[in-house]
């Protein structure tokens, strides 16, 4: 600051008021996690605020994790909190929601607070504690003071008996590895915690220090571990050209069945089978989950859309854009692992045909717009029932398809020269590097209309915004590919009811939208008992020995009462798709298929 020419007196008054300012010590955030009753999956928590300058202070739990668009109301599993003075006297403490407990303190600078959390949910977005380890995600364990996001943390854990290792991107104190370090709550709440006796994998990659940390055995072998999470780092980091991470962590949690990924801002947490690493397509897929966490650290964690960052942990934020941040980020995943080179040209193009036949056989296609089925994630992605396919998309499964689409759109339109990676990697120089804010819809649209040249009105207005069916192949035909229905000309029969047989008992699961199960009145937990007469063990096996057209008499078993069901079978107008070359591509398509499966 400069005072020339300012009159004595307000130099007074203006070194006053930096007095006053200096004298304001910064407010204070330090947390202590011990585990004394780990066998009975408790994690206590005291958490202490210094230096507050107010009369009360409200202290919340967030409701939801970033990454998973779910109010999970973490602050149910909380029990016994308690505020107090430096001298121990028990402040006034009162819950004024569901998530938010108010600490009366009047002049009281600093406050202790203690409370603890049952931890029994072992998920990827969720926390789990017993006598062996405990995986923390941290946005269900820490609370934080309400107004105060930005403020830095210091951590202390003490382990339970003999935990001796501890996994987390979070920075450590040297030569402490238990007290860690968070420069504000984003951080903090987006960095899980692994504490136990994890085995764990050290490496260097794309010139980032990697830490994978192997929760619970598995059949991994650490050699191979390295040399294939090279490569997919490797291929992953030259879309983008740098990698913004100090290091990265992968907790990994071996677990008898099960599966999926969290990404974080410099680690991710993936539950895998324990044998998935023996056979060869199910360690592809592990690897094409390596990838698709791996990815989101560009996309969604620092190319992220307006509302995804700074986050608001006490309610949903809503974008229509996951389908850019999750449907790009699983489109990318099996394609890294095919450009890391796991994946052989004729696997690859079979799994893209598996992800047509799935998208055009869903018959919520014809319901849920692309960008709605992000919005409504909340409501809907995460609470699916038994009508869920008749009514919704996902925006992973479309948005991947949409992303191949527009892939190949920019790479015809510029033969072969661009791709979906020079949009990503524009974007992420542009709106995180440069402007370091969220994209809207808009910009988003503007990139890909940028590098492809043309505009997407039209495709944004039938495939985002709007139910229109995939015209696949004219997208594909750019690549000199086209899908063929491996169903067309057959006459297969066709109920429209998936059932599962438990306990004796055929028993309807889902019933779909316009099939005949639909619209004679079949209903999902009917249990089917007879059909023309004859009493019913293996449905498929009866349903064989129909035709097309015929009705059917089909006696149930609903709420204990039993009725008979007149059913006209149809033809099965599900599509099974192949994707082949056509016979003569031209040069142009040659190019363009060049690029594509690299
Ligand atoms: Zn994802």
């Known amino acids: 600051m400069n005072f020339k020419g300012i009159p004595s007196f307000l130099i007074v008054i203006i070194s006053v008021m930096m007095m006053s ?8 955030i330090n947390y202590q996690l011990s585990f004394p009753e780990a066998q009975a999956h408790y994690v206590e928590v005291e958490m202490s605020i210094r230096n507050l300058d107010q009369a009360y202070t409200d202290v919340k ?53 203690n409370y603890r ?28 003071p309400d107004g105060m996001l930005n403020l830095p943390s210091e951590i202390k854990i003490i382990p339970h008996k003999d935990w001796k290792k501890i996994s987390t991107s979070l920075d450590s104190k040297k030569g402490d590895p238990y007290t860690l370090y968070a420069p504000d709550y984003d ?22 220090p990697h830490y994978v940390a192997m929760v619970g055995p598995g059949s991994y072998d650490r050699e191979k571990i390295i040399r294939d999470f090279t490569r997919i780092i490797e291929e992953s980091t030259k879309i983008f050209g740098k990698h913004p991470c100090k290091n990265y962590t992968f907790i990994v949690h071996n677990v008898p069945s099960g599966g999926g990924g969290l990404e974080h801002l410099n680690s991710t947490t993936v539950q895998t089978q324990r044998f998935s690493y023996s056979a060869e397509a199910t360690y592809n897929s592990f690897l ?29 934020n809503y974008t229509r854009a996951l389908w850019v941040s999750e449907g790009f980020t699983a489109f990318y995943d099996n394609w890294l692992v095919r450009r890391a080179g796991f994946y052989t040209v004729d696997k690859y193009l079979e799994l893209m045909a598996a992800d047509f036949t799935k998208q055009t056989n869903l018959a919520g296609n014809n319901v849920q717009p692309l960008s709605e089925s992000s919005f409504d994630a909340w409501i809907k ?14 925006y992973y499964d479309k948005g991947s398809l949409a992303a191949a689409l527009i892939n190949l759109e920019i790479l015809h339109q510029t033969q072969g020269q661009k791709s979906l990676d020079d949009v990503m990697k524009y974007m992420y120089d542009e709106y995180y590097t440069k402007l370091n804010r969220g994209f809207t819809d808009a910009e988003m649209k503007k990139a890909i209309e940028q590098f492809a040249g043309v505009s997407f009105d039209a495709f944004y207005a039938s495939y985002i915004d709007g139910t229109g069916p ?30 599962s047989a438990t306990g004796g008992k055929v028993m309807v699961t889902a019933v779909t939208a316009g099939s005949p ?40 078993s609903r709420d204990g009462m039993i009725r008979t069901l007149d059913i006209v079978l149809a033809k099965d107008p599900n599509v099974k798709y192949k994707l082949e070359r056509v016979a003569q591509p031209t040069p142009a398509q040659d190019a363009v298929y060049k690029a594509w499966v690299k």
């Open 21 to 28: 300012q200096t004298a304001q010590a910064a407010v204070k």
């Open 117 to 144: 959390v049952y931890a029994f949910e072992l998920t990827v977005r969720t926390s789990f504690i017993d006598a062996s380890h405990a995986f923390l995600s941290s946005t269900s364990i820490f609370m934080y």
């Open 61 to 113: 739990m967030p409701v939801w994790t970033p990454g998973s668009y779910l109010v999970r109301e973490f602050a149910r599993h909380v029990e016994g909190f308690r505020a107090q003075a430096p001298d121990g006297k028990a402040l006034r403490a009162e819950k004024i929601s569901k998530n938010t407990w108010r600490v009366y303190h009047e002049k009281i600078a600093d406050l202790k607070i």
């Open 470 to 499: 995939f015209d696949y192949n004219k997208y594909l035909d750019y690549a000199g590919l086209k899908l063929t229905d491996q169903n067309a000309g057959k006459n297969d029969l066709y109920l429209g009811a998936n059932t």
């Open 517 to 556: 199960a639909y619209q004679y009145g079949l209903n999902v937990n009917d249990e089917i008992l007879a059909i023309d007469g004859y009493r019913v063990d293996d449905l498929a096996k009866m349903l064989n020995l129909k035709k097309t057209g015929d009705t059917i008499k089909m006696m149930v």
């Open 381 to 394: 992605y995460y609470r699916r029932n038994e009508n869920s396919n008749n009514s919704q998309v996902s």
């Open 187 to 208: 951080v903090l709440g987006d960095s899980p915690i692994e504490i136990g006796n994890q085995d764990i994998i050290e490496f260097t990659a794309a010139g980032v």
């Open 288 to 316: 094409g989950l390596i990838a698709h966490e791996y990815f989101h650290l560009w996309n969604v964690k620092r190319l992220r859309p307006a509302a995804l960052g700074p986050f608001d942990y006490d309610t949903e």
